[in-house]
């Protein structure tokens, strides 16, 4: 099946600074990648999606400054988090959708720990 | 707004035997994608089974199938002869237009 890569797997940064998390479709185009946010023993929260070429939508309550993203090409979306707090720790997952022949799926990159100290 | 609800947070089923994961769905789309993904431990999500909305026959992959009810906005997963691989949280999801919205998990427990 369809690989989605995703890194680092797990970061652990100084509050303050910015982390950058990257999502890459190995072997297909993704015109739409989903970033998300899950807490532990939680469901995955849509944070925003990712359209190549063009400026991410973010969800409500999901702040664009702090969270940036970026899709410049089909195969490669990142998320930068800036000025990172302790309030921002979590696990980030990215998904790439795949709309080729067989109907529409979406495929997970592994995940990214978040730890802001 | 599109919502996915799932009602049962934990769930357990006896290694062998079947059980049924519940999923409500709300749309105003009339063609759209469901999915059943796990999460084990690791965290890594894996397609469990897929469902296009426009298609009545419910779809099967080995040991999972689905009951897809349009009209009532229903898509539960039922897991015939459960193994302790399993056991894992259990999301349904929803892609209509350009979203793709998760429900809040279900939590399978096998008992061997």
């Known amino acids: 099946g369809a690989v989605v890569s995703q890194h680092p797997s797990r970061v652990i940064c100084k509050s303050g600074t910015s982390v950058k998390i990257e999502c890459r479709s190995l072997?297909?185009?993704?015109?739409?990648m989903f970033w998300y946010r899950q807490f532990p023993k939680q469901s995955l929260m849509l944070m925003a999606t990712s359209n190549e070429g063009s400026k991410a939508t973010y969800e409500q309550g999901v702040e664009k400054d702090k969270f940036l993203i970026n899709h410049a090409s089909l195969t490669l979306s990142t998320l930068t988090v800036t000025s990172a707090h302790p309030e921002d720790s979590s696990f980030y997952i990215c998904?790439?959708?795949?709309?080729?022949?067989?109907?529409?799926?979406?495929?997970f990159g592994s995940g990214t720990q978040l730890s802001v100290l | 707004a599109q919502t996915v609800t799932q009602s049962q947070p934990e769930m357990s089923v006896q290694e062998a035997e079947t059980v049924t994961l519940s999923c409500t769905y709300d749309t105003s789309e009339s063609d759209y994608y469901l999915f059943w993904y796990k999460q084990p431990p690791s965290r890594q999500m894996i397609l469990v089974i897929r469902q296009e909305a426009y298609k009545q026959q419910n779809a099967t992959e080995n040991r999972f199938s689905v009951n897809f009810q349009k009209a009532a906005k229903s898509f539960s997963l039922k897991i015939s002869d459960s193994q302790l691989g399993d056991a894992a949280m259990y999301f349904c999801a929803y892609s209509g237009g350009n979203q793709f919205y998760f429900g809040t998990g279900t939590s399978l427990t096998v008992i061997p």
């Open positions: 998904s790439a959708r795949d709309a080729g022949l067989g109907g529409e799926k979406l495929f």
């Open positions: 072997d297909f185009q993704a015109t739409t």
